[in-house]
C-alpha cells in the first residue's frame, strides 16, 4: 500500500527558515516523480516543487531561489528546505507522487495528509 506522511511542519518568522519532509512506503522515490504543493485557505493548491528520478528539479516562481526540493534514496524520503519564509508562505504543505514531471495537482497519484506551516510577520 502506497503512502506519504509529511512531517517538519511548524511556526516560524518571517525571514526565518524550515524543512518539511515526506516519508514514503509501498513504492521507491528513485522510481517515480515527486513534488510538493501547498494550499492556503481559500486558495487553490499550489504547485511549488518537483522532482524526477535523475534528481532534476522544477519550482513555480513563487519560491524558486528560496525553497529546495531534494530527496533521499536511502531513506525513501522527500524534503523541501524552506529559507527566507514570508507570511504569504503560510500555508498547508503536501507531498505527492505520480509519473509526470510537472507542477500540475491532478496529474499526481498518490498524496500526502498535508503538514501545516505558519509563518508570522
Same mark, same amino acid.
Given at each position: ?15 526565518g527558515a524550515l524543512r518539511?519532509?515526506? =516519508?514514503?512506503?509501498?513504492? =521507491? ?10 494550499? =492556503? ?51 498547508? @504543505?503536501?507531498?505527492?507522487?505520480? @509519473? ?9 497519484? @498518490? ?11
Amino acid at each position: 500500500q502506497v503512502q506519504l506522511v509529511e512531517s517538519g511542519g511548524g511556526s516560524v518568522q518571517a525571514g526565518g527558515a524550515l524543512r518539511v519532509s515526506c =516519508a514514503a512506503s509501498g513504492y =521507491a522515490v528513485s522510481s517515480v516523480y515527486m513534488g510538493w504543493f501547498r494550499q =492556503a485557505p481559500g486558495k487553490e493548491r499550489e504547485g511549488i516543487a518537483s522532482i524526477d528520478r535523475f534528481g532534476t528539479t522544477l519550482y513555480a516562481d513563487s519560491v524558486k531561489g528560496r525553497f529546495t526540493i531534494s530527496k533521499d534514496n536511502a531513506k525513501n524520503t522527500l524534503y523541501l528546505e524552506m529559507n527566507s519564509l514570508k507570511p504569504e508562505d503560510t500555508a498547508m @504543505y503536501y507531498c505527492a507522487a505520480g @509519473y509526470i514531471f510537472t507542477l500540475r495537482s491532478p496529474d499526481y497519484i @498518490y498524496w500526502g495528509q498535508g503538514t501545516q506551516v505558519t509563518v508570522s510577520s
